[in-house]
Nanobody
């Protein structure tokens, strides 16, 4: 069974950067997609980015051009590099696994970026963007 642990959150000023990490055990990133979601108080969990096993990436319109998803060579950690952060990026950030099939549907925009399609979740890490 997959276990995911997020880290790297914190307080940053607008325009700043943070890099989140998601350590993954129990599943192979050769066969699974990893998604990053975020949830602000009073709002639904929102899909942010997804990394598919072949290295293809998906980004929501709200973060495209500012966030970059990647993984280490050992394929045990997935990163979310967040640049030019805005106050509206403030949220708890989660990583989660999905089948590679779901990842490919996302890539080709054949399914919405929905939390219901993702299975194992980490505990989340808080990101606060404020001056």
């Amino acid at each position: 069974q997959a276990q995911l642990v997020e880290s790297g959150g914190g307080l940053v000023q607008p325009g700043g950067s943070l890099r989140l990490s998601c350590a993954v055990t129990g599943v192979s990133l050769d066969y699974y997609a990893i998604g990053w979601f975020r949830q602000a108080p009073g709002k639904q969990r929102e899909g942010v980015s997804c990394l598919i096993s072949d290295g293809s990436t998906v980004y929501s319109d709200s973060v495209k051009g500012r966030f970059t998803i990647s993984r280490d060579n050992a394929k045990t950690t997935v990163y979310l590099q967040m640049n030019n952060l805005k106050p509206e990026d403030t949220a708890v950030y989660y990583c989660a696994t999905a089948t590679d099939y779901v990842g490919k549907l996302l890539l080709h925009k054949l399914t919405p970026f929905a939390a219901a399609d993702f299975r194992s979740w980490g505990q989340g890490t808080q990101v606060t963007v404020s001056s």
